[in-house]
């Protein structure tokens, strides 16, 4: 299973910034696709963005235009920078592997919270 790291939630008012990390522990080569799934209170864990090791993207229609996820594949390091962000975005977010060869795995989760 893959151990990932996250970091970066926190609270902030509507239309502000904030940036998640996520770091896979070990030496992993070349993961297939790392991305970002958040869940809010009483809803199912839905797809935020995803980014594979040949670099294409995909974004949930609600975060398009706002968020941008990014890869360093060296490092096996995804980010998730959040703009404009709005109270509906309000979860907690999970930071997701797989390598594409059998191994997956899942981060603690962030919470971020937007509110006034």
């Known amino acids: 299973q893959v151990q990932l790291v996250e970091s970066g939630g926190g609270l902030v008012q509507p239309g502000g910034s904030l940036r998640l990390s996520c770091a896979a522990i070990g030496s992993y080569h070349n993961i297939y696709l790392m991305g970002w799934y958040r869940q809010a209170p009483g809803k199912q864990r839905e797809l935020v963005a995803t980014?594979?090791?040949?670099?294409?993207?995909s974004y949930a229609d609600s975060v398009k235009g706002r968020f941008t996820i990014a890869r360093d594949i060296a490092t096996n390091t995804v980010w998730l920078q959040m703009n404009s962000l709005k109270p509906e975005d309000t979860a907690v977010y999970y930071c997701n592997a797989d390598t594409g060869w059998g191994e997956s795995g899942w981060g603690q989760g962030t919470q971020v919270t937007v509110s006034s």
């Open positions: 980014m594979t090791s040949g670099e294409s993207k």
